[in-house]
């Protein structure tokens, strides 16, 4: 089957580096976006993993390994507004794949 | 640019009622999605279009679901009854293509069914 998995839940602190893991079973699969969504809003877009490694976007940084089937969100120095729900999403061929997401905590 | 717009933003609705959303994707964006999220859920693909044709429904609850986007740009997403399971948020996303790195979402509608 086509499925996405990523922990439910994650703490953390401010100024903290937080590391939200997604694992994944899709075929034809060809990059991997995350997504951000704060409670009562859209989903917007933060990256996306065509090909193997890292890609850094400010504090945000993303990883694709496609051997492994995985990749990750790397979110650093966080802050208490990147207290959200946070989706991986595989794109194939024919449609976006979404994870269950993990919802963020960030404490003072 | 304007972003993807949908309406109405809140629904309340009776069940057995029909009940219609609508929406406006960003111009030029040829695929068009429409979901159906559940809190603490991610969003559930129900139909994807390309420009205007539904080149994947097998999400979608045809007994009671309907969707058309004419001219392949506004869509409309129908249910018809409602029934109280069918509270949640319907969200519109557009991509340029399905090859594309960037989904942009709508505000969605919240509906709740009494």
Same mark, same amino acid.
């Given at each position: 089957g086509q499925s996405l998995e990523q922990p439910s839940e994650v703490t953390a602190v401010e100024g903290a580096i937080v590391q939200i893991n997604c694992t994944y079973q899709t075929s034809g699969f060809y990059g991997l976006s995350w997504y951000q969504q704060h409670d009562g809003g859209a989903p917007t877009f933060l990256s996306y993993n065509a090909l193997d490694g890292l890609e850094e976007t400010g504090r945000f940084s993303s990883f694709l390994s496609r051997s492994d089937s995985y990749g990750y969100l790397l979110l650093q120095e966080l802050q208490m507004k990147d207290s959200a729900s946070y989706f991986c999403a595989g794109a194939n061929n024919r449609k976006l794949i979404w994870g269950l997401g993990t919802s963020l905590a960030v404490n003072p | 640019e304007a972003g993807v717009v949908q309406s109405p933003r809140y629904k309340i609705i009776e069940k057995k009622q029909p009940v219609a959303f609508w929406c406006n994707p960003i111009s030029g964006h040829n695929t068009l999605y429409w979901y159906r999220q559940n809190l603490g859920q991610g969003p559930e693909l +129900? !139909? @994807?279009?390309?420009n205007e044709e539904a080149v994947d429904d097998s999400q979608l609850? %045809? $007994? @009671?679901?309907? *969707?058309e986007r004419l001219k392949g740009v506004d &869509?409309?997403? %129908? !249910? /018809?009854? *409602?029934?109280?399971? $069918? &509270? *949640?948020?319907? +969200?519109? *996303? &557009? !991509? /340029?293509?399905v090859r594309g790195t960037e989904a942009f979402f709508g505000q969605g509608t919240r509906l709740t069914v009494v």
């Open positions: - | +129900l !139909i @994807r279009y390309e609850p %045809k $007994d @009671r679901f309907s *969707a &869509s409309t997403l %129908k !249910i /018809q009854p *409602a029934e109280l399971g $069918d &509270s *949640a948020v319907y +969200l519109c *996303a &557009s !991509i /340029q293509s």
